[in-house]
């Protein structure tokens, strides 16, 4: 690729992560608190870095909270966002359960809410909308990928799961299983939390390689996010073994590390998230204060499938120093 080309990809992600539309000037101005869960992974220092991307080009005066992965932090941040009065909030929600509560206080507060790329198990008129990809769709590329790449040669899976309790862990898990289910010949020997993050990724797949014969029975992983297929290359690699052939490694985010990996020949396939999550979630509250036009409840984000055939060195030159 020429470095012209390679320019212009860049620029049009970079156009693509943080553009926002000028017609959102009911923005300017507002105070919107956003509570993050924290930075567990490269995808979500992009999801942060975007949002307040956004907010700044809006006008908007984003309160950022970090929660450390805690959700009583998220729920505090939550009570604090709602006695200063701001206009809106949004949140990257832990795990699925044990929001009805604060929701509702935000709600009787006449505060909406906007979630960010997980759900929650409350009801739906808590919420403004919820802006994430389709979760069970990403499980089922990966597993559809690794069904298309084994064929019919026996292959024993082991799994890198997400935080516990999590949208993405539980669906993840769940679509990958729905696209392997009929193919007796593959199946999940280990499964695991690895928590999203790099550091456990890596012990537990070093658990995973002890307890399948050095590694040499396991034929793929599959990781519920980048990071955690990271940290089971390297894994993989301290075991003497070659990650990328002698074990296959799928997993989902599209972060720079990941295709670095995959341009070396050591990871096989991603599904990407767009780490842009808020600027669907800023469209649909200007449009919900303008006029009362009440958005979507599920704005759905793309997940498309990366392998070693879409120019990975390309995609890690265009998303390097967007945030990740
Ligand atoms: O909710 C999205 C997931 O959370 C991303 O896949 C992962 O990297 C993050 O921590």
Redesign the pocket.
């Known amino acids: 690729m020429t470095i012209i080309s390679k320019l212009a990809i860049a620029a049009s992600l970079v156009t693509a992560l943080t553009s926002v539309s000028f017609a959102q000037e009911n923005l300017k101005g507002l105070t919107i608190g956003f509570s993050q ?1 924290g930075s ?5 220092a992009a999801e942060t870095s975007v949002t307040k991307q956004q907010a700044e080009a809006l006008g908007i005066d984003l309160k950022f909270a970090d929660a450390q992965q805690k959700q009583e932090n998220q729920i505090k941040a939550i009570r604090g966002f709602i006695a200063q009065g701001v206009d809106a909030i949004l949140v ?1 929600p832990v795990v699925a359960t044990g929001w009805e509560d604060v929701l509702s206080e935000a709600k009787e507060a006449e505060i909406p809410v906007m979630l960010l ?2 759900g929650v198990d409350a009801p739906e008129d808590l919420y403004l909308t919820s802006v ?1 990809s389709d979760q069970v769709l990403e499980g089922r590329v990966a597993g559809d990928w690794l069904v298309a790449e084994v064929g019919d040669a026996d292959c024993k899976v082991v799994e890198l799961q ?2 516990v309790g ?3 862990a539980i669906n993840r898990k769940q679509g990958f299983e729905e696209a392997i289910a009929g193919h007796a010949n593959i199946v999940i020997a280990r499964s695991q939390t690895g928590d ?1 993050t790099r550091a456990k990724g890596k012990e537990v797949m070093e658990g995973f390689i002890k307890a399948e014969n050095g590694g040499a029975d396991i034929c793929a992983v599959y990781a ?4 955690m297929a990271v940290g089971a290359i390297q894994a993989i690699k301290d075991a003497g073994l070659k990650p990328g052939t002698d074990i296959k490694v799928v997993s ?2 599209g ?1 720079p590390d990941i295709f670095a990996a995959m341009a070396a020949g050591e990871a096989n396939a991603t599904v990407e ?1 767009t780490p842009n999550m808020a600027g669907p979630a800023f469209a649909a509250l200007s449009a919900y204060l303008a006029d009362g036009t009440e958005p979507e409840k599920f704005i759905i984000t793309e997940s498309k499938l990366y392998t070693p055939a879409d120019n990975p060195q390309g995609e890690y030159d265009t998303r390097k120093g967007l945030g990740y």
């Open positions: 869960i567990e992974s490269g995808w979500r990257a790329d997980r994430a997400g935080t999590s949208t993405p999203f519920h996010n980048d990071d989902i985010d972060v998230l």
